[in-house]
């Protein structure tokens, strides 16, 4: 531990409490700029960890998915609706798995192992758990029911 104390001078005195370190060497001094600097990289290495974290999230929860066969098989029912207006979720169909998002960007997959999460398109809205709209332009998915997030996490 260091105890820091202002001299005159615009200099910091820093000295150790305690380790082999303070035997040695004592008291020594250092500028406000070094420690500001030090203070500014620990806080980099923070936000930088904090980014990393955020995009490890956004990543593991891509939206790969699966066309089930059987409604007992699936995570959720989706029913396709013939109006944007009525959807819970405007989908867009990607050609990679890596431009996927849990906001509508979809791509399906072959296997069930390797989806994300399996769906069952429903005949009926009233049997489908969400409503979707399949839009053509991959800026204009979203959200439009909030309440149904859940599903998709």
Same mark, same amino acid.
């Given at each position: 531990?260091?105890?820091?104390?202002?001299?005159?001078?615009?200099?910091?005195?820093?000295?150790?409490?305690?380790?082999?370190?303070?035997?040695?060497?004592?008291?020594?001094?250092?500028?406000?700029?070094?420690?500001?600097?030090?203070?500014?990289?620990?806080?980099?290495?923070?936000?930088?960890?904090?980014?990393?974290?955020?995009?490890?999230?956004?990543?593991?929860?891509?939206? %790969? /998915?699966?066309?089930?066969?059987? +409604? #007992? =098989? $699936? *995570?959720?029912?989706?029913?396709? !609706?013939?109006? &944007? @207006?009525?959807?819970?979720?405007?989908?867009?169909?990607?050609?990679?798995?890596?431009?996927?998002?849990?906001?509508?960007?979809?791509?399906?997959?072959?296997?069930?192992?390797?989806?994300?999460? %399996? /769906?069952?398109?429903?005949?009926? +809205? #009233? =049997? $489908? *758990?969400?409503?979707?709209?399949? !839009?053509?332009? &991959? @800026?204009?998915?979203?959200?439009?029911?909030?309440?149904?997030?859940?599903?998709?996490?």
């Amino acid at each position: 531990m260091r105890n820091y104390r202002q001299m005159p001078c615009g200099f910091t005195e820093v000295s150790a409490i305690s380790s082999d370190f303070d035997a040695a060497h004592g008291t020594s001094f250092v500028t406000d700029q070094q420690i500001n600097s030090a203070k500014s990289i620990r806080m980099k290495r923070k936000l930088l960890l904090i980014f990393s974290l955020v995009m490890l999230t956004v990543i593991a929860s891509a939206q %790969k /998915i699966f066309s089930c066969q059987s +409604r #007992y =098989d $699936a *995570d959720f029912k989706v029913f396709v !609706v013939s109006n &944007r @207006y009525d959807a819970d979720l405007l989908v867009y169909k990607v050609n990679s798995q890596y431009d996927t998002d849990t906001d509508g960007r979809w791509f399906f997959v072959d296997n069930k192992y390797n989806a994300d999460k %399996k /769906i069952w398109f429903s005949e009926s +809205r #009233y =049997d $489908a *758990d969400l409503l979707i709209f399949f !839009v053509e332009n &991959r @800026y204009d998915i979203g959200w439009k029911n909030r309440s149904k997030m859940h599903l998709i996490f």
